[in-house]
């Protein structure tokens, strides 16, 4: 059966399904989420003369594709767009989760199925939310923005042939064009009109077929958390935001002269896996690209776990400590909390990486600790 390496999977699984998430076609108001005509201005900022997001394929050349998704999420980080999507969860989710706390996905990703993708290289393979970082207490709302019918839609399968499916996946360590090649035989394409999308467990193999309607598609998932959900690597603060918040990037606050330095806990579980120089040099053009340039790197010392050297730099004359992660630190979130406070106490900011996030403030403090619960919960 299962190797010790998939036992996870197989937890996974055994979870009940809930049938609110499985695979439930739901309506919404288009007069207030008008979807279309909403992404349709935002593409026409770069292309004015674009009239419908099925002909995106002729307007924007393969290579600009990187770019024009980098242009969406700029908008979906916005507040406007947080705003409405925290509205949406509002009228069509949160009765369907069993948590009154819960979190949203930060950075809305917008999806673009040109046609004829496969000879592009832009198959999104069949796969489940486990191959991407989700588990059960994620659940997913996919909005199709065009209708979406036969090759241009999303396929999936039901519960019962995914728990086949997986069987055979996993007992045969099957290769991605075998799962390709079962998924196509027995999926089913997610026919929606614009106003109508699809809600599903993460669990359930879903993915694309080339599209040969001949017109693109374009779609973005609703993804909501609860505090049951084992976030891994895709964590509170940076995958994930509260209600109310947005992404809209937030550094106005942010002192950029000054003596600021890049500190690295490399005996943190956030870093330890990896060469820190790494870590260091991505903070570094992080930095730089926001007008901070550091006048030192530093690290924790390695072998201890009380954090000594960044005890040491909170003290010291700094303008600002730039930092991977809230969750980049060998001590406890108490002890962290207190040694941020001490820092901030002493006229410090401390740039989160990961967060894109700037604190120097109480109020920043609580937020973070916040997040930590959420986290620990
Ligand atoms: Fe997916």
Not at 121 to 128: A, E, I, Q, S, V
């Amino acid at each position: 059966m299962y190797s010790k390496v998939d036992q996870h999977i197989k937890t996974l699984y055994n979870e009940p399904l809930d049938p609110l998430w499985d695979n439930q076609k739901i309506t919404y108001d288009t007069a207030k989420y008008n979807w279309n005509e909403i992404f349709l201005g935002v593409t026409q900022e770069l292309k004015p003369e674009i009239k419908n997001l099925q002909d995106i394929h002729l307007h924007f050349q393969l290579e600009d594709f990187v770019d024009l998704r980098k242009h969406y999420e700029r908008f979906t980080n916005s507040s406007q767009f947080s705003t409405m999507v925290d509205e949406f969860i509002v009228d069509y989710v949160v009765d369907k989760i069993p948590s009154e706390e819960y979190l949203v996905q930060r950075t809305t990703g917008i999806r673009l199925l040109i046609p004829d993708q496969v000879k592009q290289g832009r198959l999104l393979n069949f796969h489940t939310g486990y191959w991407t970082g989700y588990d059960n207490h994620m659940y997913t709302t996919w909005v199709p923005v065009t209708d979406s019918w036969d090759s241009n839609a999303m396929q999936v399968l039901t519960w019962e042939q995914t728990l086949k499916i997986t069987d055979e996946i996993y007992n045969n360590k099957l290769s991605l064009e075998e799962v390709q090649d079962m998924c196509e035989k027995v999926c089913w394409p997610v026919n929606c009109k614009v106003g109508e999308a699809w809600q599903f467990n993460q669990g359930v193999w879903h993915g694309n077929i080339n599209n040969d309607t001949g017109v693109s598609r374009v779609s973005f998932d609703v993804r909501v958390a609860t505090p049951q959900s084992d976030f891994e690597h895709r964590r509170p603060g940076s995958f994930y935001r509260f209600p109310g918040e947005s992404a809209e990037e937030n550094f106005a606050k942010l002192r950029t002269d000054g003596k600021w330095i890049v500190f690295t806990d490399q005996n943190s579980d956030f870093v330890y896996p990896t060469p820190h120089y790494m870590i260091r040099e991505f903070m570094i053009s992080y930095a730089r690209g926001l007008g901070i340039n550091p006048v030192e790197w530093a690290n924790e010392a390695w072998c201890t776990d009380w954090m000594p050297a960044f005890d040491y730099k909170i003290k010291q004359d700094l303008q600002g400590i730039v930092l991977p992660s809230i969750f980049a630190f060998s001590e406890s979130n108490e002890r962290v909390l207190e040694m941020l406070s001490e820092g901030i106490e002493n006229g410090m900011q401390f740039l989160f990486v990961d967060e894109n996030l700037v604190a120097d403030t109480q109020k920043d403090l609580d937020h973070i600790k916040k997040l930590y619960n959420f986290m620990k919960k």
